[in-house]
């Protein structure tokens, strides 16, 4: 299996992020022999390693399938990640994306921000209509991300990418972003992760 000689970090949004386990590229194996490569970054048991890193076990399956596809592509720039799925090719970005979608999502437990976050995060929500795409409760449907009970690094570290423009994979995202006030994208990501998954949550 080829090694590949980078620095062992993994940049989530276009900011690095330590990650000394993913340093190999998965090349075209089994699922689950490419899944063991995930996991050095995403964890054995859907925990991440990092608090930056996202939750990808019960994820929606058309979102990961597209994410890897982009990653592959250079639409969603991260030099880790692009290295890890030059491999691979259509089947098996959609076998690990169904791979990943029907694992159990971690009960991670976040706590919920204090009223005046959750204030902020909820009029800042509805100004941009995060509900139209995402759903009522946050989990998404098909391509969308589920974001309820997202890590909250993750979740901010994208917006702001998304904002000023380092993740340009979504350009309605993008859009989206660049109308909600930079101060409100912490208390977004606060009140996303404290929400509870709805189905197949550990």
Same mark, same amino acid.
């Given at each position: ?76 720039? =991260?030099?880790? *990640? &692009? ?7 259509? @089947? #098996?970005? +959609?076998?690990? %994306?169904?791979?990943? !979608? ?67 994979? =979504?350009?309605? *995202? &993008? ?7 930079? @101060? #409100?994208? +912490?208390?977004? %990501?606060?009140?996303? !992760? ?9």
């Amino acid at each position: 299996m080829m090694r590949v000689m980078r620095s062992a970090h993994i940049a989530i949004v276009g900011v690095v992020t330590a990650c000394p386990l993913m340093t190999t590229a998965v090349v075209a194996a089994s699922v689950e022999e490419n899944a063991q490569i995930c996991a050095g970054c995403h964890g054995e048991n859907g925990v991440p390693q990092e608090k930056t890193t996202p939750i990808i076990w019960g994820q929606n399956e058309g979102y990961l399938y597209l994410q890897l596809r982009d990653y592959k592509s250079g639409a969603r720039k =991260n030099e880790q *990640m &692009s290295a890890v799925v030059a491999g691979l090719e259509k @089947a #098996d970005f +959609k076998a690990l %994306a169904s791979h990943f !979608a029907g694992l159990k999502w971690p009960n991670m437990n976040f706590p919920s921000p204090p009223k005046d976050v959750t204030k902020v995060a909820l009029t800042a929500i509805g100004s941009v209509g995060c509900t139209s795409c995402h759903l009522d409760q946050f989990q998404g449907d098909g391509t969308t991300a589920r974001l309820a009970g997202q890590q909250s690094e993750y979740l901010f570290n994208t917006m702001t990418a998304f904002r000023d423009g380092s993740r340009a994979n =979504n350009p309605g *995202m &993008s859009d989206l972003m660049k109308a909600v006030q930079p @101060a #409100d994208l +912490k208390p977004i %990501a606060e009140y996303l !992760a404290s929400l509870q998954v709805v189905g197949g949550q550990q």
